[in-house]
């Protein structure tokens, strides 16, 4: 009788004073560090679907690329949220524990030891690509980087600078400190300056802008310049598409959601690592490099 009751006044629990009793609000914080980059919608949407069949409501925050502005979010959330998952979080490793000494915890494409996380393994598709350019003929390539203290770009890098030697290729790094289309366009005459005939992007969204940039130059891309992205968000939409490093930001999501619910349940993990492999995905964008 009760619950009909309820039910005919439209009552809603209120979940603030439900959480003094239970000790469980009922949300759970994503927070990712641009919410405009295209790698993290879908992952979102994964983690949203997920929280969503298990009755939770999600908190998203935007750090906008600055480890401060997380650490804030992180602190106002906290309160209100029955645990965090952090994608690419930019925040300090000792600030990042400090969290996980007050909530649940699980990262996403950031490694650390002790910690649920979910990696995404750019390594052998960024592998991959290099063995790709280094068969078209090319033997000087750049890597356009992006956020210094992105555990992927750090994986990224390393792969493309460890195969590259393995094959006898000259690799080069241009710098585009922020993941975005205006960075890989800006990135342009650095590449060719350089004198590499391909290069690949840290993300689809740093490729597409390179290609602009290019474009700009006079350089058509693949006939006159190679072009790899990674994460391949874009990768089908660009003209012409571009190849690219997958991703599996979906998966993620999940996966991390997943986690995170059983630590909610079951108490602290030791600390699992879930890791996710990636593959070279040949579109148009590469072809055997211009003669001399």
């Known amino acids: 009788?009760?619950?009909?009751?309820?039910?005919?006044?439209?009552?809603?629990?209120?979940?603030?004073?439900?959480?003094?009793?239970?000790?469980?609000?009922?949300?759970?914080?994503?927070?990712?560090?641009?919410?405009?980059?295209?790698?993290?919608?879908?992952?979102?949407?994964?983690?949203?679907?997920?929280?969503?069949?298990?009755?939770?409501?999600?908190?998203?925050?935007?750090?906008?690329?600055?480890?401060?502005?997380?650490?804030?979010?992180?602190?106002?959330?906290?309160?209100?949220?029955?645990?965090f998952v952090l994608a690419s979080s930019r925040l300090g490793e000792d600030a990042v524990r400090s969290l996980r000494g007050r909530r649940p915890v699980v990262l996403v494409n950031r490694d650390i030891d002790g910690l649920d996380r979910v990696l995404i393994d750019s390594a052998p598709g960024t592998a991959a690509a290099v063995r790709h350019l280094q068969e078209l003929g090319h033997r000087r390539i750049a890597y356009v980087g992006g956020p210094p203290f992105s555990w992927s770009n750090q994986q990224r890098r390393t792969a493309v600078l460890r195969t590259a030697g393995e094959l006898a290729v000259e690799a080069v790094e241009v710098a585009a400190d922020r993941p975005s289309y205006e960075d890989g366009m800006a990135a342009a005459p650095a590449v060719l300056s350089a004198r590499t005939t391909a290069a690949i992007a840290f993300d689809d969204l740093v490729a597409q802008g390179l290609m602009a940039g290019l474009a700009e130059l006079g350089i058509d891309v693949p006939a006159g310049f190679s072009v790899i992205g990674c994460d391949d968000v874009l990768g089908a939409r660009t003209y012409p598409p571009l190849t690219t490093i997958s991703a599996r930001s979906t998966d993620a999501g999940r996966t991390a959601i997943e986690m995170l619910l059983a630590q909610i349940e079951s108490g602290p993990s030791s600390g699992t690592a879930q890791r996710l492999d990636t593959e070279l995905i040949v579109r148009a964008t590469t072809a055997v490099p211009p003669a001399a």
């Open 1 to 83: 009788h009760i619950m009909e009751v309820a039910a005919r006044l439209g009552y809603a629990p209120n979940q603030v004073a439900r959480a003094l009793s239970t000790g469980r609000y009922g949300n759970i914080a994503l927070i990712v560090p641009d919410v405009a980059n295209p790698f993290f919608p879908p992952l979102i949407r994964a983690a949203e679907a997920r929280a969503d069949a298990a009755g939770l409501c999600v908190f998203l925050g935007d750090s906008d690329e600055d480890p401060d502005r997380e650490e804030r979010l992180t602190g106002k959330m906290a309160a209100q949220v029955d645990g």
